[in-house]
């Protein structure tokens, strides 16, 4: 077994990483590998001027720095692997950098598309899950892994919290609003949803697919006028913007997401500051261009 594969069943067994993940640091190693082999030499015995080469090369061929910013985070965790199981003495990927991607800001829902997305007539054909499943979604700003995971015991409709186990294994307790409290009460009322089954059943009874949800959600938007890319990621942004928007807390929504790093959260801030700039532009005297005199 190849070094690579011996990393990638360490991920699999002992870190339990996802299948989709897996693939990712598959792929990433694979190129590493192809192109140490071209220069006659194995992935594991590369120095950091030959991975800087490699980086550059991946550059050179079009890669963008987003990509190659992946591609050295999987050489970082393989070398750092090695580096632990005493079989390099230093690792080569430890002061590489790649170049820094441009920041892009997430798209959210202004507070009024996502009022109009959520407020879904509740006689369509799965009506009520559908308007359980967007105000939950909308008002607790879950991630679409989390959601899908849930089972009904970890709602508590008494202090209006909901149990969620998030990115490595860690817990949190997010409030839920009253729409949503009402929403899932009347579809767990209608589906007779018992305490240890999932809150949004697939049709073999397990809990919905993400990809299920997904398309789900674009077909609402769109049948609710919203002729934008709805995904279910859109809302968790739109959640987290519209709280900092109203309270500033930058921590708190930190908290509520459950980031572990605030810097993860600050993105948020850049949407906030973005949205002020509008207003001041639109509302400032002295913001407006002034008309030229062909113009009038």
């Known amino acids: 077994m190849t070094a690579v594969a011996e990393f990638l069943a360490h991920l699999q067994v002992e870190r339990r990483m996802s299948a989709h993940t897996l693939d990712a640091y598959r792929r990433d190693l694979d190129a590493v590998s192809v192109w140490a082999q071209a220069q006659e030499a194995a992935i594991e015995t590369l120095d950091s001027e030959q991975l800087r080469q490699f ?40 002061t590489l950098k790649a170049p820094k991607a441009p920041r892009k800001l997430p798209q959210v829902l202004d507070a009024d598309e996502a009022v109009r997305l959520v407020e879904l007539p509740t006689d369509a054909p799965l009506g009520l899950r559908d308007r359980a499943l ?63 089954t999932p809150v949004f059943p697939g049709r073999n009874g397990g809990p919905i697919t993400q990809r299920a949800v997904q398309i789900r959600i674009r077909q609402l938007a769109q049948r609710q006028g919203l002729f ?64 030229s005199s062909n113009e009038s």
């Open 134 to 196: 967007l105000e939950l979604f909308y008002s607790s700003g879950l991630r679409l892994s989390e959601l899908c995971a849930l089972i009904w015991r970890d709602l508590d409709f008494a202090t209006g919290l909901v149990n969620v186990l998030g990115k490595g294994n860690r817990q949190r307790r997010v409030p839920f609003g009253s729409h949503a409290r009402a929403a899932l009460q009347a579809w767990q009322a209608d589906s007779g949803g018992a305490a240890g």
């Open 55 to 94: 980086i550059a090369a991946e550059h050179r061929r079009g890669l963008s720095p987003t990509s190659l910013q992946r591609r050295l985070s999987a050489c970082r965790s393989f070398y750092g692997w090695l580096l632990r199981h005493r079989r390099i003495e230093v690792s080569p990927a430890a």
């Open 228 to 291: 934008k890319h709805v995904h279910p990621h859109m809302l968790r942004h739109s959640f987290a913007s519209h709280i900092l928007e109203s309270s500033g807390d930058l921590r708190g929504v930190q908290e509520l997401l459950g980031h572990a790093d605030i810097a993860t959260t600050q993105i948020y801030t850049h949407l906030d500051f973005q949205h002020l700039a509008k207003v001041y532009d639109a509302a400032h005297p002295r913001a407006k261009r002034r008309r």
